[in-house]
């Protein structure tokens, strides 16, 4: 299993923070926007007697709260068509073991959500990456790397909308591009749209549950640790409507016996946040945004495309080892008591030897301390001896 490039620094990030020094956390997706207050509430106001297993599909009141959700936003499925899971990390695990065989591949543009590398480890597969540019902001690669890609072994092509580590929305063209090849050598398509509520700058989310003609093909990972700032509750969702691959997918369900019961309850509740909350949250992420990107393009010799959702950036840097610039930061550098502690690239590819100049961005801190981030970055990538 590879390490995470997102945790793994964390024992130099105790150290530092154990000397006094102020560690602001750019490295994971943990947003700082509270958690709605009719979620809360609802946890507060549980009444169990007992905190029995749910069914292993999930709480059907919650599945049928969930169909609304969906078809809010012009998705129509059933709630037969999902099963509930522990966390996006789970539907993600479920989805590769039901559809892939030891040895099957599974293509998907890098750099990607780290993650997907242990899960296709764990699920014995093995990911084919193809190579998207931080030069034209991570956009999908030419059909012509897909088919290049594809061998006997292929079953599957995975994206990520918006993206996590580079915060690209993919265009509805695109995606029809995609449905293309999917259609062609009928292939699966799994899509993690975790981060769907975020988008930016009038652009909107385009789901692959609504691709025409691939219906069959189609796997969906969701989750509410984002789109609700309720990472710890580890509750996620695997949708299909390819009633195979949803039996299958029930015997891994069987195995770990049911989702987080508690969990189900905070994200039943969750369904019915306001809108106005919703806005509230992307307008201070547009800011969070602007900062980081303005940032990072005002400091020499860096670069960062402008996200068009989710709240990551992928960033190049003149530095000679992103892991071991990263390091530094939090080992040997602080600005008046102060450090950034950041993802470096390298976790988020597949392939050798990339992302050794880039890093992940996680702006998910207020206004303030995200200024105050940058400023550590700026003063640091002044001194590092690994400059280039």
Request: proline residues 7%; aromatic residues 10%.
């Amino acid at each position: 299993m590879p390490a995470s490039p997102i945790r793994k620094l964390v024992p130099y990030a105790e150290e530092a923070k154990r000397k006094g020094i102020t560690v602001y956390h750019l490295n994971i997706g943990q947003p700082d926007i509270e958690t709605p207050p009719n979620v809360m509430e609802a946890i507060r106001h549980i009444d169990m007697k007992v905190i029995e297993y749910s069914h292993s599909a999930g709480i059907i009141s919650y599945r049928r709260k969930l169909a609304e959700y969906y078809r809010r936003n012009g998705i129509e499925i059933t709630p037969e068509e999902m099963i509930v899971t522990t966390g996006g990390s789970e539907a993600i695990l479920f989805a590769l073991m039901s559809c892939l065989d030891p040895g099957d591949e599974i293509i998907i543009p890098e750099p990607f959500y780290a993650n997907y590398n242990g899960f296709a480890i764990a699920a014995g597969a093995v990911i084919k990456p193809i190579d998207s540019s931080i030069e034209d902001g991570f956009a999908l690669p030419p059909i012509s790397s897909f088919e290049k890609a594809i061998t006997p072994r292929t079953r599957a092509i995975m994206i990520c909308n918006p993206n996590n580590p580079t915060g690209y929305l993919y265009s509805l063209e695109e995606l029809e591009t995609l449905k293309e090849i999917i259609r062609k050598k009928d292939l699966f398509l799994f899509a993690d749209e975790v981060y769907r509520e975020f988008c930016y700058d009038g652009k909107r989310h385009h789901s692959v549950m609504n691709l025409k003609g691939i219906e069959n093909n189609v796997v969906l990972m969701d989750s509410v640790s984002k789109r609700y700032s309720a990472c710890g509750v580890r509750i996620g969702v695997l949708i299909s409507r390819n009633k195979e691959v949803m039996s299958t997918a029930m015997k891994f369900a069987q195995a770990r016996l049911s989702p987080p019961s508690l969990g189900q309850v905070a994200g039943e509740a969750a369904v019915d946040t306001p809108d106005a909350y919703m806005q509230a949250v992307l307008n201070e992420y547009v800011e969070r945004r602007n900062i980081v990107v303005e940032s990072i393009n005002n400091m020499p010799g860096c670069f960062c495309p402008v996200p068009g959702g989710a709240f990551y950036a992928t960033a190049r840097l003149p530095i000679d080892d992103s892991d071991k610039f990263c390091r530094w930061l939090l080992e040997d550098f602080n600005y008046e008591n102060q450090t950034v502690m950041l993802a470096p690239a390298t976790g988020f590819y597949s392939t050798p030897g990339r992302g050794k100049d880039e890093v992940r961005i996680s702006y998910v801190l207020n206004v303030h301390h995200l200024e105050l981030a940058m400023k550590c970055l700026e003063e640091g990538l002044k001194v590092y001896p690994g400059r280039t």
